[in-house]
Nanobody, 120 residues
């Protein structure tokens, strides 16, 4: 079983920055995409950013130019650097990753979520 542990959320003023981290642990043969999603109260969970094993990145239009996703393959860790934060970025942020635990068995795991609140 692959577990994801997130950290780095918190309360920040508008215009501020936060860096989220998500580390995968367990029996891992390979990891494909690693990504961040968020869910605000009363809204559906939405993609924020994703990075493939080759380093290709995709961002939601609402965060382009402000957020940067990166990964450290040696540590099975994905990061989300969030700059110029806005109140509308307030949400619970979830890490997601998929890959294989063996050559035949795939996994798709979610973290427990970390709260990001942008408020003055």
């Amino acid at each position: 079983q692959v577990q994801l542990v997130e950290s780095g959320g918190g309360l920040v003023q508008p215009g501020g920055s936060l860096r989220l981290s998500c580390a995968a642990s367990g029996i891992i043969f390979s990891i494909n995409a690693m990504g961040w999603y968020r869910q605000a109260p009363g809204k559906q969970r939405e993609l924020v950013a994703v990075i493939t094993s080759g380093g290709t990145t995709t961002y939601a239009d609402s965060v382009k130019g402000r957020f940067t996703i990166s990964r450290d393959n040696a540590k099975n860790t994905v990061y989300l650097q969030m700059n110029s934060l806005k109140p509308e970025d307030t949400a619970v942020y979830y890490c997601n990753t998929n890959g294989k635990v063996t050559t035949f068995q795939a996994f798709d795991s979610w973290g427990q979520g970390t709260q990001v609140t942008v408020s003055s």
